[in-house]
């Protein structure tokens, strides 16, 4: 690939993921499955860390099955910890000229703060571990839920003071409250809350 290519691929690859994620919220939950798909086999399991978070953040939304939206929260989680601070700035960087508009975008990505770009990965993780412990709550896991709502606690302190980390808190302080409320009666006995429209849960699990 030439460089000048190297250089266009994320941005080019950002929009098409916005793109499918605008579908999405348009509705078209099983287009944008098989969209999803299909990009997913374009970047690759080895394929850029930033887009694979990305991507696998936004297709765990779309899965049917609480198992598979783990398999793709874990994915996303992983590919954050290939993540470098200096990846983030330069996703920052390709995107300096847009303005203030693309914060009400939807390629943003809330959950993973990719809209400020040049945050510390630490930023990501308070909502990779809270998605990844409402997803083990619809498993009826509620050891492993606990655990990584712990670890979403233990990350918050790097959130800013803006509406997108005070959401954050605020999701993790319902979850760890509905938690308290249900018991602990550990993985093999407990089952998970009945969520109705969803409201305790992280801020991405709404689209």
């Known amino acids: 690939m030439a460089k000048g290519q190297e250089q266009t691929a994320p941005d080019a690859v950002m929009t098409r993921i916005g793109q499918v994620v605008m579908l999405h919220h348009a509705g078209d939950r099983e287009e944008a499955r098989d969209r999803f798909l299909q990009l997913w086999a374009e970047i690759g399991e080895h394929g850029d860390a930033l887009h694979r978070c990305t991507l696998a953040h936004y297709m765990a939304d779309t899965q049917d099955d609480p198992a598979d939206e783990l398999a793709w929260d874990l994915r996303a989680l992983t590919a954050a910890e290939e993540l470098t601070d200096e990846r983030l ?44 412990a409402a997803d083990y709550v619809k498993l009826g896991r509620g050891g ?38 249900e018991g602990s009666g550990g993985d093999g006995n407990w089952a998970p809350p009945n969520t109705g429209d969803g409201g305790w849960g992280p801020p991405r699990q709404r689209p």
């Open 144 to 181: 492993a839920a606990r655990t990584h709502l712990r670890r979403a606690r233990g990350a918050a302190g790097s959130l800013a003071d803006d509406p997108y980390g005070d959401g954050v808190r605020a999701a993790i302080s319902r979850l760890e409250l509905r938690l308290e409320e």
């Open 89 to 132: 700035a330069e996703h920052e960087g390709a995107h300096a000229d847009e303005g203030s508009g693309g914060r009400e975008g939807v390629v943003d990505g809330p959950r993973l703060g990719a809209r400020e770009g040049a945050l510390a990965v630490r930023a990501l993780y308070p909502s990779l571990h809270l998605n990844l």
